[in-house]
């Protein structure tokens, strides 16, 4: 049996093709304007790149904030929950999971046989977030991949006060137009977000061990600077980005 996890987010749509023996094979593309049809696009380039064909999967969960756009979805599942069961699939001792979306963070809990004990999320905006991320690279005119390698350069990361979007995006240009060097602003930027998302996690109570999903948790940088703040290591989750998809198409799985 086949079963396939489709987490539509709102900057990339992740799919996952998972069977008894194990993964199959993943996908990810943006999302775009057209949520649904980012779903169906992601699911048939994968079972194409696989020599599948829709028929030969059996069971198809979605997930994500477009996860109601698929009418061919067998079932909706919360991110939440997929994000535990994908986790859990990866490394079945995992009890915490930081995951940093494009527009919301969420730390969730889980308890010994994988299933979500608790949960605090913060969507209200998109401080911290893949969104943000992106903002201030743009600010930077620096690609976000280069994040990582130049946190590691800065000797005095620059204060980032506030956490606002638009706000911190201000913050940046004034730093740039002071002659701060790039890698102490970006440094600056993880050193923000970090106390942010440990200030969510403590909310909850932080259990080891600790993974992060998410696009963002590929951001090495800003891995080491929540770990620093948590005094804790975080273990890597070898799929972030598709942690999700992974989930749903496990729960997918499971229904038989």
């Avoid at 079963?3 to 943006?30: M, N, P, Q, W, Y």
């Avoid at 535990?84 to 940093?100: E, K, L, P, T």
């Avoid at 998410?214 to 975080?234: D, K, Q, T, Y």
């Amino acid at each position: 049996m086949i079963a396939a996890g489709i987490d539509i987010g709102s900057i990339t749509t992740k799919a996952v093709l998972l069977s008894e023996e194990g993964i199959l094979g993943s996908h990810v593309r943006f999302t775009g304007y057209n949520a649904e049809q980012a779903g169906r696009t992601v699911l048939d380039e994968l079972a194409a790149q696989l020599g599948l064909k829709r028929k030969d999967i059996r069971r198809i969960i979605s997930t994500g904030y477009g996860r109601r756009s698929l009418d061919f979805a067998d079932r909706a599942l919360t991110e939440i929950i997929c994000h535990g069961a994908g986790a859990f699939y990866q490394n079945s001792g995992i009890r915490c999971i930081i995951d940093i979306g494009g527009q919301d963070s969420k730390v969730i809990l889980l308890d010994e046989t994988g299933k979500v004990k608790d949960f605090v999320m913060n969507d209200k905006c998109a401080a911290g977030t893949g969104r943000f991320l992106e903002v201030m690279a743009r600010a930077l005119e620096v690609d976000l991949e280069a994040f990582p390698v130049l946190a590691v350069k800065a000797t005095s990361p620059a204060r980032i006060s506030n956490l606002c979007t638009v706000f911190a995006e201000s913050e940046v240009i004034s730093l740039i137009a002071k002659g701060t060097p790039r890698e102490e602003i970006v440094a600056g930027i993880h050193q923000a977000i970090a106390q942010r998302v440990v200030a969510l996690a403590r909310r909850i109570g932080v259990r080891e061990p600790v993974t992060m999903t998410g696009g963002v948790a590929r951001n090495s940088g800003l891995v080491s600077e929540i770990e620093r703040e948590l005094s804790l290591p975080i273990i890597e989750n070898p799929l972030p980005q598709v942690n999700g998809a992974l989930g749903a198409a496990v729960l997918g799985l499971r229904m038989g």
